[in-house]
């Protein structure tokens, strides 16, 4: 008995040797970060993005844009807060003048989204995750599709989104589009932040599950999937995405803060620019400090238009 329970052990501990090899040797990883001092708490930048230079897979998208934006923080005290940056923020970006946020990583990739996001916010950037959105179709077909919820009928040419009124298991073209529909969202930016996280929610509901986490049927695909579908900033390692993961974990939960900064107007019209979302600058500072020192009370959802 003792003997076997010994090879047990030392199978174990091999598989999980190889496991670990394996992840480390799939993880992509993007020069982002900035080596700016550090700030109290962990902050992640997770970022939707179209662009595949540079990944492991490729495809034909031209250029790089992201319409996926969003800062988890967790604070020293306090709760954990995952918020959505609009994509048409309105912002300065450090040597390019003042133009929609998501211009930034047009202009100069993760590293200038880095350094613009930590010029907004006042939190230095700890690690990077990019979510190729092609990726984000083969995860969720991986894991059999996931339930997403919109109280309204949609057919939006420019996502391709078809959706009747309700919740459905969409499969990963659906959820692609769900995420990125805005133009037939009278929320528009809003709308499409809150539907980014519910499908980012949703996939990680599946992917932490106890069913996908134990079956290594379910559980390599996953994550040969899910590993496909992102990259992360440098020197991460396995033990840094299981930390992310938890760190993730605790800002969807009940008790997380969500919801965007404070927004003066959806359609600030700017020269040269177009339409923007204008952040309010009479309350954009202090809720960054706010955020930075787990202020909120747990469980609400802030910012967005007054």
Known sequence: MRNTLIVLLVLLLVAAVILYAWVDSRIQTVDAL???ADTPGSTYLIVGSDSREG???SDTT??????TIMVLHRPESGPTALISIPRDSYVEIPGNGSNKINAAFAFGGPPLLVDTVEDLTGLTVDHYLEVGFTGVEGLVNAIGGVELCYDEDVSDKNSKLEWKAGCHIADGSTALAFARMRYSDPLGDIGRAQRQQQVVS????NVLSPATVLNPFTAIPV????LDAFRVS???????????ALAFNSGRGGQAVTGTPPIASMGHSVDGVGSTVLLDPDRIDQFWIDIADGAYEPGNEVGGVE
Do not use: C, K, Y
């Open 223 to 226: 994550a040969s999937a899910g």
């Open 202 to 205: 949703a996939v990680a509901d």
């Open 55 to 57: 990944w492991r897979a």
């Open 62 to 67: 031209p250029g790089q844009r992201t319409d």
């Open 234 to 244: 440098e020197e991460t390692g396995p033990f840094d995405l299981a930390g992310f």
């Open 34 to 36: 900035s080596g700016a």
